[in-house]
């Protein structure tokens, strides 16, 4: 599954990234993983992340629309690539706190490219994209920011409703959601386990019939080897 997680600050997005990453390498499938589009990029370091955050916002806008457009690619070459946030995050954040000289982010996103980087992913006819609509309601967003600030805080709680309708607005334009292809997931009162359950059930019908036997496999708990014994494939458990 080509899954593409969207969604205000603190829905939960990472987290199901997370889980279905470890659920995709317990099954020995190659996944690609880029939750790294929320400025300052999480993947980096300590220092480089605060220097990211202090660029110039020419070289922000390049940068961020460079890494936007190359994972069009990546999006299509990979069989299970997890992305979070990519271009509908950026247009939200970039309108909504680029005047704010407290905000890592920057003013003049390239708008015009929105619905052209949806249209050459969906252009290639890929049988298994699921963009996934993270959200939670105003209540628990606040209750998770105070209980687990982030380093770098994008969205103010005061903030919260208005994010959170410009992502229903946003995602109601993408070709993804006219293409059928967008699952809404509430968060709200689950626990990371409940909603990745409810993942798994919500995108079945989106997925392909090898996506849907490999999510009825059994595999072994712990570490395991593949070994084939008289050309039928088994999975021994590592001494």
């Known amino acids: 599954m080509r899954s593409i997680f969207v969604g205000i ?9 997370d889980l279905l990453g470890q659920y995709y390498r317990q099954r020995k499938v190659r996944i690609h ?6 400025i300052p990029d999480s993947t980096l370091s300590a220092p480089s992340r605060e220097i990211m955050v202090g660029l110039p916002e020419d070289i922000k806008e390049r940068m961020q629309r460079m890494q936007i457009h190359y994972h069009v690619d990546i999006i299509k070459k990979y069989a299970c690539p997890l992305i979070a946030g990519w271009h509908i995050e950026e247009a939200i954040y970039t309108d909504f706190y680029g005047d704010d000289p407290d905000s890592p982010y920057y003013k003049r996103y390239a708008y015009q490219f929105q619905r052209l980087y ?6 290639e006819h890929l049988p298994d994209i699921v963009m996934f609509h993270v959200t939670a309601s105003d209540e628990e967003i606040a209750r998770r920011m ?3 600030p982030h380093e770098y805080p994008i969205v103010r709680e005061g903030d919260i409703g208005e994010i959170k309708r410009r992502f229903d607005e946003e995602i ?3 070709l993804f959601t006219h293409a059928h292809r967008t699952v809404v997931l509430d968060t709200t009162g689950k626990t990371p386990q409940e909603s990745f359950d409810e993942l798994l ?8 019939m090898g996506e849907v036997a490999l999510r009825a496999m059994e595999v ?4 395991y080897e593949v070994q084939y014994v008289n050309g039928v494939r088994q999975m021994v458990p590592s001494a």
Do not use: C, M, W
């Open 9 to 17: 600050e603190y829905a939960g997005k990472s987290t199901l990234i």
């Open 146 to 148: 105070r209980e687990n």
């Open 172 to 174: 109601a334009q993408s």
């Open 118 to 123: 949806e249209a050459q992913v969906l252009e």
């Open 220 to 223: 072994p708990q712990g570490d």
């Open 33 to 38: 993983g880029d939750d790294h589009f929320t």
């Open 201 to 208: 059930a919500l995108s079945e019908p989106l997925v392909t």
